[in-house]
């Protein structure tokens, strides 16, 4: 199953993310998401998409 999730935290960041597979890295997204900055998020983001 696929999963999109689409984080918006202040008008100049939002972030799409989708995910085929791996449901666990999903829920570590949200915990740094909600523990990291906006630009911390960012980063974290972007690694683990790719």
Do not use: D
């Not at 199953?1 to 949200?30: A, D, F, M, P, T």
């Amino acid at each position: 199953s696929s999963v999109q999730l689409v984080i918006s935290h202040n008008s100049s960041v939002q972030l799409v993310i989708s995910y085929v597979e791996g449901v666990e890295c999903l829920k570590q997204v949200l915990v740094v998401f909600m523990v990291r900055t906006e630009r911390s998020i960012a980063l974290r983001i972007s690694g683990t998409v790719r």
